[in-house]
T-cell receptor, first 112, second 117 residues
Framework: EDKVVQSPLSLVVHEGDTVTLNCSYE??????LLWYKQEKKAPTFLFML????IEKKSGRLSSILDKKELSSILNITATQTGDSAIYLCAVEEGNQGGKLIFGQGTELSVKP | DARVTQTPRHKVTEMGQEVTMRCQPILGHNTVFWYRQTMMQGLELLAY????????DSGMPKDRFSAEMPDATLATLKIQPSEPRDSAVYFC???????????????FGSGTRLTVV
């Protein structure tokens, strides 16, 4: 059965810290891996990764995919209280094209 | 910015009643997902459509849930009869998928928070 596993499930840090969130997957027909940030409402899109070893960056957030290890990491540097959210990893499976399988999420809390 | 529109935002209903949730995907997107999110289970895929045709609805309890796309601008999710365990946030998401996969990821609507009492 296809699955996506995130770790840790929750994390508490202080402002200014750097955090690394992990996502591993077992999916029979991998197409891409996506990261989302969810605050009170809907998940908002952060990154889409398709190629191994190529870092995607947006401000203090960056992510990279390792297809050999079937995993991805999401880094957040110089964390701020506004980074507090649930971070979701999803894998797009390709047998039927585009099915998204989500991990449980990592709940990040950034304290002032 | 283009967005996915879901209605209603909140719904409180009594057990046994029919509930209909609606989703307007982003114009030009050919793939629509329905997800349910609870604290215990996280985001569960209920059903999804490509070019209005259902691709997978194995995540839905078939006896009470149904999902349709009567046209390209509307997706519906119905629960009949509703039960307290259906209480959750229901999200719709849309994206453009071509042969190589999705183009630019998927956009989520704001969700419908359903409470069945």
């Amino acid at each position: 059965e296809d699955k996506v596993v995130q770790s840790p499930l929750s994390l508490v840090v202080h402002e200014g810290d750097t955090v690394t969130l992990n996502c591993s997957y077992e999916v029979t027909n991998f197409r891409s891996l996506l990261w989302y940030k969810q605050e009170k409402k809907a998940p908002t899109f952060l990154f889409m990764l398709t190629s191994s070893g190529i870092e995607k960056k947006s401000g203090r957030l960056s992510s990279i995919l390792d297809k050999k290890e079937l995993s991805s990491i999401l880094n957040i540097t110089a964390t701020q209280t506004g980074d507090s959210a649930i971070y979701l990893c999803a894998v797009e499976e390709g047998n039927q094209g585009g099915k998204l399988i989500f991990g449980q999420g990592t709940e990040l809390s950034v304290k002032p | 910015d283009a967005r996915v529109t879901q209605t209603p935002r909140h719904k409180v209903t009594e057990m046994g009643q029919e509930v209909t949730m609606r989703c307007q995907p982003i114009l030009g997107h050919n793939t629509v997902f329905w997800y349910r999110q609870t604290m215990m289970q996280g985001l569960e895929l209920l059903a999804y459509f490509r070019n209005r045709a259902p691709l997978d609805d194995s995540g839905m309890p078939k006896d009470r849930f149904s999902a349709e796309m009567p046209d390209a601008t509307l997706a519906t999710l119905k629960i009949q009869p509703s039960e307290p365990r259906d209480s959750a946030v229901y999200f719709c998401a849309s994206g453009l998928v071509l042969a190589g996969g999705s183009i630019g990821g998927y956009t989520f609507g704001s969700g419908t928070r359903l409470t069945v009492v």
